[in-house]
């Protein structure tokens, strides 16, 4: 999983570069507010999962970062936190 496809690809499901937890990036992930985000996502890794396997983001299906790179929500759950974007 190539950083730089990895970001490519991120930015272009997420609409931005990282990840950060605020009230944008709750409603885009999990079409809610931050704290039903932090409560459903305990640390880090859980958060990284949330963002590899999410296939709803913003109202309209798309393909996980994992489909999208043939491995595991938890692989790229991994690539994700090594390349900082979580």
Not at 35 to 51: E, M, P, Y
């Amino acid at each position: 999983m190539p950083e730089k496809q990895v970001r490519k690809k991120f930015l272009a499901i997420f609409g931005m570069e990282i990840f950060e937890i605020n009230q944008k990036s709750a409603e885009t992930l999990l079409h809610n507010n931050v704290d039903t985000l932090l409560f459903q996502v305990k640390n880090r890794r859980g958060l990284a999962r949330a963002i590899a396997s999410a296939t709803q983001v913003r109202n309209r299906h798309v393909y996980s970062l994992a489909e999208l790179f043939g491995v595991s929500n938890e692989a790229m759950a991994i690539r994700l936190e090594e390349i900082g974007i979580v």
